[in-house]
Nanobody, 115 residues
Framework: QVQLVESGGGLVQPGGSLRLSCAAS????????MGWYRQAPGKQRELVAL???????NYADAVKGRFTISRDAAKNTISLQMNSLKPEDTAVYYC?????????WGQGTQVTVSS
């Protein structure tokens, strides 16, 4: 079973930045894609950004131009750099990894954007 551990969440003011990291227990190239999802109170979990095994990235319209997903194969981690944060970005952020055997999820990390 793959273990995914997120870190980097917290409280930030509007316009600020945060960087989330997700450490995988194995090689990130064992997954054909990895990504970040978020779930705000009372809302469904939604895709934020993903990175394919070949390096292609994709972003939700709400975060394009503000968030950047990246990976470090040597450390088996992916990261999400979040800039120009807005109150509507407040949510629990989850790391996801998808392989031929299915999806793995991290425990989630809270991001709160508030003044």
């Amino acid at each position: 079973q793959v273990q995914l551990v997120e870190s980097g969440g917290g409280l930030v003011q509007p316009g600020g930045s945060l960087r989330l990291s997700c450490a995988a227990s194995g090689s990130i190239f064992s997954f054909y894609l990895m990504g970040w999802y978020r779930q705000a109170p009372g809302k469904q979990r939604e895709l934020v950004a993903l990175i394919m095994n070949g390096g292609t990235t994709n972003y939700a319209d709400a975060v394009k131009g503000r968030f950047t997903i990246s990976r470090d194969a040597a450390k088996n981690t992916i990261s999400l750099q979040m800039n120009s944060l807005k109150p509507e970005d407040t949510a629990v952020y989850y790391c996801n990894a998808r392989s031929v055997t299915g999806d793995s999820w991290g425990q989630g990390t809270q991001v709160t954007v508030s003044s």
